[in-house]
């Protein structure tokens, strides 16, 4: 079992990354454009002939492989291998029956998992949660990602959505329209996809340095914050003061010792950690002390470590 590896999937909305997996390391990993928008289906042959690249790079073959974890956003049935939900990407992944499809190919069982708690697994058991029982993650990027271990346990819920819709907490009864249909959700006050538009719209906008930018992501905010831009540095500072209520929010409701932060965002970490950090040390319920706010280790592989580590115990 220990020289045995696993296939590692993340299927991520602009890339599906790749990754052969050995005993909690990464062997090889490959990436390719997701094309999200054109469904999971037709993206399959190509995931198959990488695959079969990369196991013929490493010298493996299928039966060197024990199995198959794939991290999905949206929300996963662990037990039927099903895709429940999806937003917009994939939108075929319901009606795929994957656990056939891993099966029929390489002759291994799939485990699948929402992509947020994959990458608090790998994080959990590999990176910077590694020795705590009690751990969140809150992904900062196209959306915001959450993820709880409480007790020792991935949190799953009856329907397999516990945890991980922390970025639809809302915060704003008088805020923008989510894409989950409800107004003033954490992830449409500050997360990439509805950064564009709080830009454009804003009154100043044409006087912003965010202007040049075909796309204002949050590189760009960051970046113009720090040249003295004031509407960069008000979305700045505003989409911070979501996050840090949104850590607030996901500490009340699951008592972590920990809050691991991830995504894109976190190359700005120094910016955003200490409001955040500050924001917690605030909560006059902690009686015990200040949840520990830390980045993660992992960034790029968290979700495809937490994928195999599932495949590899053979857990749900
Ligand atoms: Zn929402």
């Known amino acids: ?58 010298g493996l073959s299928a039966s060197d492989l024990v199995g198959m974890g794939v991290a999905v956003p949206g929300i996963v049935d662990p037990i039927l291998k099903r895709v429940l939900s999806i937003n917009d990407k994939y939108s075929d992944a319901p009606q795929l029956d994957l656990a056939g499809w891993a099966r029929e190919t390489w002759g291994i069982p799939l485990y699948l998992e929402n992509d947020t708690r994959a990458a608090l697994l790998g994080e959990w058991q590999y990176g910077s949660g590694q020795g705590y029982d009690n751990v969140v993650l809150m992904t900062l990027g196209t959306g915001v990602g959450t993820s709880a271990v409480i007790e020792g346990r991935l949190l799953r819920g009856k329907h397999f959505q516990a945890g991980i819709l922390g970025g639809h907490f809302v915060q704003n009864t008088q805020g923008n329209r989510c894409n989950c249909g409800a107004v003033g959700c954490a992830e449409a ?14 009154k100043t906008y044409a006087q912003s340095l965010l202007c040049r930018y075909d796309t204002v992501d949050f590189e760009a905010v ?95």
């Open 222 to 316: 960051f970046r113009c914050a720090a040249q003295g831009d004031a509407l960069a540095t008000t979305l700045r500072d505003e989409s911070i003061d979501v996050w840090a209520t949104c850590a607030y929010n996901l500490v009340q409701a699951y008592d972590p010792e920990v809050l691991v932060l991830g995504g894109g965002v976190m190359a700005s970490r120094d910016v955003i950690i200490p409001p955040i950090q500050h924001r917690l040390n605030q909560n006059t319920w902690a009686t015990w002390g200040n949840v520990a706010v830390v980045p993660g280790l992992l960034t790029d592989s968290a979700a495809l470590l937490g994928a195999a580590h599932l495949a590899y115990n053979r857990e749900l």
């Open 189 to 202: 006050e500050a997360s990439t996809w509805s950064l564009g538009q709080r830009a454009t719209a804003h």
């Open 1 to 58: 079992m220990e020289n045995k590896a696993v296939i590692a999937i993340d299927l991520g909305g602009t890339r599906i990354k790749l990754g052969l997996v050995r005993a909690g390391s990464v062997l090889l990993t490959d990436r390719m454009a997701s094309q999200s928008g054109q469904g999971l289906q037709t993206r399959l042959p190509q995931i198959k002939a990488t695959l079969d690249r990369m196991l013929e790079t490493a």
